[in-house]
């Protein structure tokens, strides 16, 4: 504590005491304290920070686990077709390894319609008012009324883009030339297939002429200006014939996606689907890396050099052992019962080519890991992932049992998603009592710690800053008083001195 900006300074002239320079002391001696509260507040906040990086890292850890918690998140695959230009095909973790036949019968097609054609685009076409277009598109009517002054082509076709609820578009098309222009009406339904075609049609404007027969049973137009008859897609996929509207069949087999191309119906595609290992253990490795990071920043927190001291800021605090500890459970957690059953070599991280290092650390043995996945990929996938999905049995949340799996299935990284949920999350337990996750409850300690010595620390400089202020009272009256006396020995020397 310094005493400047008091407006009171000291010579010491009159004690011949370094006043100021006391004081100084004295109230740094005062404040020491102070110094202290602030070391403890600064540790605090040191592991709140630290405390963030660590919980940063389980849900690093946890977002990784999710990639890997369900059978279709963890399995990848690729699908090829033997012929190219017929369709596209992808696959997705839900298909299944094995091969398909595919016939593309024929593409869908949208319904499309142009009127004859008019030397001009912007000439009036009605002769009187309320002369009609009108038709409908997949149960929708449409019909637009005109205006004789205001009813060339161009307006036509804007009244039914405006009137047509997005199942048609009416566009103008010059197919004659610059010279000799034919401006036709063209009508497209939006989409595709025979739900979807312009029926119904009808037309009374005077300038403007349309055959409007409609195509026959067989789906071949009659009319000239049935430019395009709206058609569905026809395949036949595993010897089954499958139509659909439009060119889309990703619903026909579970995880695949299947986009129609070009149609011949001489031609049958061979569709292989196959595991993609390198998309699996690219997931596996992301893993390992994310839970060596984690396990890498214990290792130094839990380290203690004699020169150095600890290694880190939660060095010995439980919150270490504590979420570690759930974390290996999940993990490395498998019953005597699960691995005396297991035949095959499935059951434990480290007969599939995971294993711990003494360190802590996971290391991946690439040659008994591709063996794993090439011999059994679906008992690998049950290994990590949750194949009948979770269940508590209802129980409440402020209970262990909230996230406890009573099915009979449940993968190392489900089980590990959900441990790291339970140390994540809050919620409202019985009575309306609030229950923290471990994170949120060690925050909330360390900030209490953090609110109570600032409030400490503010008291305590209050304190000093009243000390201050009384020491410098005190030797404002010394000065005064050392004054006083001064003056009064030096009058009484003059006077003596006067009568010598």
Known sequence: MAINGTGISFSGLASGIDSSALIQKLVTLEGLPIKLLEAKKETFQDKLSTLGTFKGLVKDLQTKAKTLATKSDFLSFKASASLEGFLSVSASGAATEGVHTVTVNKLAAVDRWAFDGVASKTANLATVDGQQISFSVGGTNISVTTVANDS??????????????GKVTASVVNAGTSTSPSYQLVLTATESGAANRITGLTNNIAGLNINTAGPNGAGVAQSPNNITVGSDAEAVIDGLTIVREDNDFGDVITGLDLQLQAADPTKTITVAVDPNTEVIKTKLKDFVDTYNKLIEFVNKQNSYNQESGAG???????????????????LFGVSQTTVANDTEG???????????KTNGMLEIDNTKLDSKLATNIDAFADLFADLDGFSNGGAAQNTPAYYTDITADSGLAASLDRAIDKMMKTYTGQGGNVL?????????TYNTSISKLSKDIAAKEAQVAKFQETLIARFTKLEEVMGGLNSQG?????ALAGLM
């Open 490 to 494: 030096a009058s009484l020397q003059a």
């Open 152 to 165: 060339s082509l161009e307006q036509i076709a804007a009244d039914i883009n405006t009137a047509g609820q």
């Open 346 to 356: 499935y059951s434990m991280l480290s007969l599939v080519g995971i294993k711990s």
């Open 312 to 330: 880190g800021d939660l060095f010995g605090d439980s919150i270490l052992k504590s979420v570690m500890g759930d974390i290996r459970q999940a």
């Open 436 to 444: 923290k996750g471990i994170f949120d409850t060690r925050s909330e």
